[in-house]
Every structure is written in structure tokens, then in C-alpha cells.
């Protein structure tokens, strides 16, 4: 999963201006925030409930945590992009997104 949040296919397309514009829009609409909530909420939460399957035990806590990290790491370089930072950057967030889920694996079980 983390190859895919940092790989070349999700590099900005036409659909960004419409999802900026939608998560500007949510901040005064509560449905709307709701429902983008949801979405993004999808995937952190399959994160980490992959995260509970791979390494049993730990306080549910650090799942959250992890996931939560690791999606707003990739969140902000997709953000990045959209205003110009090259694509390539992604190389430099990998391996700290890697590291997040390595201290997972690394943290005792409860």
C-alpha cells in the first residue's frame, strides 16, 4: 500500500482542482466534511486494520496512530505536487512512511 500512495499513479490529474475545491467547500458545509471525511477515512482505516492483521497485539492505539501518519504524509505530498514540487519527491517520503510502519512492527505487544 504504501508503494501505491507514493508511486507515479498518483500523481495530480485534472480531478485535483475539483477535490481542492470540494475539501475548501467541506470546511463550511457539515455534510459535505462528512462525507469527505469518509472517504479519506476508508483507506486509514484499511491501513490499519492491515497493520492489526501484520502485527497482532499492540495497543490499538499505535494502529491509529501509524495509519493516521502514514495517509497524512501522503496527503501532503500529493499536495505538494499540485503546486509544483516534482513527482520524484515521493522517493523521499517513501522510506519515512516505510519507517512509521516499521515502528509498528518494532513495538512490543501489549
Not at 475548501?24 to 469527505?36: K, M, V
Not at 484499511?46 to 502485527?55: E, P, Q, T, V
Request: cysteine-free; aromatic content about 10%.
Amino acid at each position: 500500500m504504501i508503494g501505491y500512495l507514493f508511486g507515479e499513479q498518483m500523481t495530480p490529474g485534472d480531478e485535483s482542482a475539483a477535490i481542492d475545491a470540494l475539501l475548501a467547500a467541506a470546511r463550511f458545509d457539515d455534510t459535505l466534511r462528512e462525507r469527505i471525511h469518509a472517504v479519506y477515512a476508508g483507506p486509514t482505516r484499511l491501513l490499519r486494520d492491515s497493520l492489526a492483521d501484520d502485527h497482532p497485539g499492540r495497543p490499538a492505539a499505535i494502529y491509529d496512530d501509524a495509519a493516521y501518519q502514514v495517509m497524512a504524509l501522503a496527503y501532503g505530498h500529493w499536495s505538494f505536487m499540485e503546486i509544483g514540487f516534482p513527482a520524484t519527491m515521493g522517493a523521499s517520503a517513501h522510506p519515512l512512511a516505510s519507517a512509521v510502519l516499521a515502528d509498528v512492527a518494532a513495538s512490543p505487544p501489549a
